[in-house]
């Protein structure tokens, strides 16, 4: 292909030193591939060579509908007039074949048949047009699918997340129709685009590394795969400062400049899955991300309104003196604090009633809680619970986070010896005021699932699938793996 790419560029050398008539498209191709054929190469016969591919090759392709309105649009494909004569074809083949380094099977990207239908295009054995269009199609179409989707799954994953759990709430921007017409355009530099969408994360390097050593026998094989997998949903680096909680491992991680300060248990939510669950309710942690950017000591439980719903009203409508027990209090429709007392527990509204958990040694948050920005209502935090951290099962909580040592991750994030002093006294005081402490810089938090993971030797830890998410994962992987 170098050799076509060097007559290429010496023939509009010599157009241009020349001053000559402007060479047609079939021009060019014929003095590249040298073959005569295609001095009658006709636009029109060639763009119905594609619509024929397209019907034939539909069920094939990773986007369908898109290269169909890439195909009737105005401006049409640009694969075979930017790259096919540049080397374009030949660097995306280079990278697609090596895409086995991902775990992923190259054969999903077309690449027999591209290799095919350039190999035939090169072997000057070409006699007729219509087989000459019908080649060139196959490579316009075939290559332009490819693309978008290796780049696609190199940023994004193989699969949407999204579709696959109902509680994935990080931020998820695959490909659309109009990225897939931006990336096609004619200023496409495919080596430098495909270099780009290697994934750059630190983890997703050490893992990839393992694989293509290739001593991973093939249940660890397929664990890697999956965290690879959920690595490119993430879509980035962890940033030197963060907090990394680990749902299956029911673990915490403080971490600063690559390195691992503390780790502690945790509690996450209870699951439904048999296997694993306390209660047969499903509080779930999210997988989700965010900064935490303040706390409060002492702090006020707003009871959630599915907890009220579920379980609070029961004991309080068998015993209204229940919420003055746990130091809990009752605002009605207007906003009033209300004497439980006075109030007919059986009416529809007192659902609508919001319920307060005053600071105190009681208070289901404990003594502080941290907060990141979010509308779902989890954040971390203390608990009075705490012999729940000696048990192996803490998948227990209704999805917030409940952490071991509240202490050594406030100083973690308020990284001032001062506050975080004043923190440890607070939270251990019998007076109970309430404050709120807001950080001048924001630590990333990220709640992640991860039943394989790599140690602080990069060796492989394996954790229980609490919520059962992997077989899920494994099977919607499953058709793209090498």
Request: hydrophobic residues 40%; aromatic residues 10%.
């Amino acid at each position: 292909m170098r050799n076509l790419v060097l007559v290429y560029f010496l023939f509009i050398l010599s157009f241009t030193s020349c001053q000559t008539k402007a060479p047609t498209f079939g021009d060019l191709l014929a003095t590249s591939l040298d073959q005569k054929l295609f001095k009658d190469f006709d636009s029109i016969a060639y763009l119905n060579a594609i619509q024929i591919e397209l019907k034939n090759k539909n069920s094939h392709l990773f986007n369908p509908r898109w290269m169909s309105e890439i195909a009737d649009s105005s401006r049409g494909f640009t694969w075979i007039h930017n790259q096919l004569l540049t080397g374009g074809t030949d660097t995306l083949l280079h990278y697609l074949e090596k895409s086995d380094e991902h775990g992923v099977n190259p054969s999903i990207f077309h690449t027999e048949e591209i290799r095919k239908a350039l190999n035939r295009l090169q072997s000057k054995e070409i006699t007729e047009l219509n087989e000459a269009y019908t080649i060139l199609a196959k490579i316009e179409l075939l290559s332009s699918d490819a693309l978008v989707a290796y780049l696609n799954i190199l940023e994004n994953g193989l699969v949407n997340p999204k579709k696959l759990y109902g509680r994935y709430f990080v931020g998820h921007n695959r490909y659309t129709l109009k990225k897939a017409k931006q990336v096609l355009d004619s200023t496409l530099n495919v080596a430098q685009i495909a270099r780009e969408a290697q994934p750059k994360n630190g983890f997703y390097k050490k893992f990839q590394q393992l694989l293509i050593a290739g001593n991973l026998s093939k249940e660890n094989r397929t664990d890697v795969l999956m965290s690879m997998e959920r690595l490119r949903w993430m879509g980035q680096d962890f940033p030197d400062k963060h907090v990394f909680v680990n749902i299956p491992e029911m673990k915490l991680r403080m971490i600063e400049d690559g390195a691992i300060k503390q780790i502690m248990n945790v509690c996450v939510g209870e699951t439904e899955n048999k296997a694993f669950s306390k209660t047969g309710q499903n509080h779930e942690t999210p997988m989700m991300s965010g900064t935490l950017d303040r706390m409060q000591v002492n702090p006020v439980w707003n009871i959630p309104k599915s907890i009220v719903k579920k379980e609070l009203l029961n004991s309080v409508r068998a015993n209204p003196g229940y919420l003055e027990s746990r130091n809990m209090v009752v605002y009605n429709l207007k906003g009033q604090i209300v004497d439980p007392y006075t109030i007919n527990w059986q009416a529809d509204s007192v659902e609508n009633f919001k319920f307060k958990q005053n600071p105190g040694f009681d208070n289901s948050l404990g003594n502080i809680k941290f907060i990141f920005a979010n509308p779902y209502a989890i954040y971390l935090h203390d608990t009075p619970a705490k012999q729940k951290f000696k048990a192996s099962n803490r998948a227990l909580s209704h999805g917030c986070v409940r952490v071991e040592d509240p202490a050594s991750l406030a100083s973690f994030l308020v990284n001032n010896e001062k506050e975080a002093a004043k923190i440890a006294t607070e939270i251990k005081d019998s007076i109970n005021n309430s404050r709120w402490v807001k950080m001048k810089t924001g630590i990333p938090v990220f709640l992640s699932y991860y039943t394989t993971w790599l140690d602080e030797n990069n060796k492989i830890e394996q954790f229980p699938d609490i919520y059962g998410y992997d077989d899920r994962l494994r099977l919607a992987m499953k058709k793209y793996l090498n």
